[in-house]
């Protein structure tokens, strides 16, 4: 089992639509969520970070922590064509196990339909 | 550009050739990582410093990988006799340690553009 999981896609949506990518960990001791956008041929740049179960909100992208099901999941309403691109979901560990890294899956890849 | 540097950005070697890569982090981060990405995959954890000690250091790494942080800037990742399973997208990235700083620090990890290795 892999530590991080998501499905690869790709996830197709139309533009306007809203767009829902999820996310799997395994480590109960985690404790710190990143979402990362990756543009093809570019680098991850965070677009969103929670450590709380719920929801926390940003502009159009919600990110969703449920610690007990061992679920995150990341939200972009009104999705647009410049959101295609792959998402990673990134777990940290906590506490006195906190390695310092982030353990990244595979990514999913959104494509956006004009 | 105050961003996370690397250098080369592209390297192609033959195999059996030893290359560098070299990464100079955001000025005030004291947390530098070393991750490989290929092709339709996510970032895998290779290793990291904190200051100029390497904390963790992956199991899948090889022996003919090995990388240093002299003196607590930047960084060298070093890989001997290349194979061309080595061939990957090589990313540096740097942050403070979670916690530090005078802002709310979230430790996320702020990646450069990465060195692109291919192997013939």
């Known amino acids: 089992q892999k530590e991080v999981e998501q499905n690869s896609g790709p996830l197709s949506v139309p533009e306007g639509a809203i767009a829902s990518l999820n996310c799997t960990y395994s480590d109960r001791g985690s404790q710190s969520f990143f979402w990362y956008r990756q543009y093809s041929g570019k680098s991850p740049e965070l677009i969103m970070f929670i450590y709380s179960n719920g929801d926390k909100e940003d502009g159009r992208f919600t990110a969703q922590l449920n610690k007990a099901s061992q679920y995150v999941s990341l939200l972009i309403r009104d999705s647009q064509p410049s959101d295609s691109a792959t998402y990673l979901c990134?777990?940290?560990?906590?506490?006195?196990?906190?390695?310092?890294?982030?353990?990244f899956g595979q990514g999913t890849t959104l494509q956006v339909k004009p | 550009d105050t961003g996370v540097s690397q250098d080369p950005r592209h390297k192609i070697t033959k195999r059996g050739q030893n290359v560098t890569f070299r990464c100079d982090p955001i000025s005030e981060h004291n947390r530098l990582y070393w991750y490989r990405q290929t092709l339709g995959q996510g970032p895998e954890f290779l290793t990291y410093f904190q200051n100029e000690a390497q904390l963790e250091k992956s199991r899948l790494l090889s022996d003919r990988f090995s990388a240093e942080r002299p003196k607590g800037s930047f960084s060298t990742l070093e890989i001997q006799r290349t194979e061309q399973g080595d061939s990957a997208m090589y990313l540096c990235?740097?942050?403070?340690?979670?916690?530090?700083?005078?802002?709310?620090?979230?430790?996320?990890?702020?990646f450069g553009e990465g060195s692109r290795l291919t192997v013939l």
């Open positions: 990134a777990v940290r560990r906590g506490g006195s196990s906190n390695t310092g890294k982030l353990i």
């Open positions: 990235a740097s942050s403070l340690a979670p916690g530090q700083g005078n802002k709310p620090n979230t430790g996320e990890l702020f």
